[in-house]
């Protein structure tokens, strides 16, 4: 048996270019299906980790407007205590209290509608980090009147870092109220949700909508597994009922688009992968029927010396599982380096992308169930090729084979 290791080994450095176009051709396949994959991982984490981080937490509950408009809830300082008590529940990490409000922005006459997101900056950081900054800074508990606007906004009405605006929302009492606010920083948006966010400080924005209690608690926690657990325990200590004026929600009923859009990229990265798969089992499969049939000189050699056919075919499997080794092996590493490179900046698939990705800045994700997935395809495709194109090496001809080679 060793001495076959030997000879396969061997037989991989007799005839260099035809044994590198084959590998290449694995090295290829491989190479694409798992960057592939990769990007595709990466989407569907982003969408989830984005999610969680600026819009849902791992459970969430909002408060109707009905409910806030009882100024005996919404004065109310048991209900504030009670709020704050959450972050005692087992698993819960953070606790983030938001302002939700609608409203105008308005700049040298030129005003356009915005989502007000009211922030405690303290609690925020890991959203906040997650913005890139074009200009200026991001949120600080001094800065009572700062605002992050994004890059699309500030551009339709002609607003730079440190500029003086005012912002216009109906109250949860039904008035009108108008405050100054000035611009912070500018943020690059890689969604189309995030054209028209605002964020704000938490105290201003409660001003701005006139209540004292927040519109939405988002819970952070690192097992995202227990949000279920966690959402039961919230229910419990705000004595939650059907019949309540509030929803409690795990981020995973909180997808909503996002959900939609990672199940639809999920399909069609199944079908691109599926296709690949096809391609690659029928580029691999050419290419080792081809490479059998330039052989047919040795195999008659060989038969012609003694061997016989099963320890033929033997050789030639294990040549082949050689060469597939080495490539898939060189195309993970190549992948992992690049993967590991690109998640730096990320990939920038242009702001039209954002509709169909949800951002327009893909980080590719490696995992190991992908080594595996591309593995398989480097080393059981050429495999199964080999036994394909070698399964009739027992009913040649040997002085047949030594004329056609």
């Known amino acids: 048996m060793t001495n076959i290791y030997q000879l396969a080994y061997k037989n991989l450095f007799r005839n260099k270019r035809r044994n590198i176009s084959v590998g290449l051709g694995i090295f290829i396949s491989v190479s694409i299906l798992s960057f592939v994959l990769s990007f595709s991982k990466g989407i569907g984490e982003q969408l989830i980790t984005r999610m969680v981080n600026n819009e849902s937490?791992?459970?969430?509950?909002?408060?109707?407007?009905?409910y806030l408009k009882n100024r005996e809830f919404s004065n109310n300082p048991d209900v504030i205590q009670k709020i704050e008590s959450l972050k005692k529940i087992s698993n819960v990490?953070?606790?983030?209290q938001r302002i939700n409000v609608s409203g105008y922005i308005n700049f040298n006459n030129k005003s356009t509608d915005i989502n007000i997101r009211g922030i405690n900056p303290n609690n925020e950081k890991e959203m906040l980090n997650s913005l890139k900054l074009i200009s200026g800074n991001l949120l600080s508990e001094d800065d009572f009147t700062g605002i992050l606007v994004s890059n699309s906004l500030a551009s339709r009405i002609g607003l730079s870092t440190g500029d003086y605006c005012y912002v216009l929302a109906q109250t949860i009492d039904g008035t009108i109220n108008l405050l100054d606010a000035s611009v912070s920083g500018i943020f690059m948006n890689y969604s189309q949700w995030e054209k028209s966010i605002v964020y704000a400080n938490m105290e201003w924005a409660k001003q701005l909508y006139n209540i004292q209690v927040p519109t939405k608690i988002l819970l952070d926690s690192?097992?995202?597994?227990?949000?279920?657990?966690?959402?039961?325990?919230?229910?419990?200590?705000?004595?939650?009922?059907?019949?309540?004026?509030m929803e409690i929600k795990t981020f995973q009923k909180s997808m909503g688009m996002a959900s939609n859009i990672a199940n639809a990229n999920r399909i069609g990265y199944l079908f691109i992968v599926i296709f690949l798969l096809i391609l690659s089992l029928i580029g691999i499969v050419f290419l080792i029927l081809n490479l059998v049939s330039e052989r047919m000189g040795e195999i008659g050699t060989l038969l012609t010396l003694g061997f016989s056919s099963a320890l033929i075919r033997k050789i030639f499997l294990f040549e082949i599982f050689f060469l597939a080794f080495i490539s898939s092996f060189l195309a993970i590493i190549l992948t992992i380096i690049c993967v590991l490179s690109l998640n730096r900046n990320g990939i920038n698939v242009g702001e039209s992308a954002s509709i169909a990705f949800g951002t327009s800045l893909i980080y590719p994700v490696i995992s190991l169930k992908i080594i595996v997935i591309s593995i398989f395809t480097g080393l059981g495709y050429p495999t199964i090729a080999g036994l394909w194109a070698t399964k009739n090496i027992n009913k040649i001809n040997p002085i047949d084979s030594l004329r056609r080679g």
């Open 57 to 66: 937490g791992v459970v969430n509950v909002n408060f109707k407007n009905e």
């Open 93 to 96: 990490d953070n606790l983030r």
């Open 222 to 245: 690192k097992f995202l597994n227990k949000s279920n657990e966690i959402s039961k325990q919230v229910k419990t200590v705000l004595k939650y009922s059907s019949d309540t004026n």
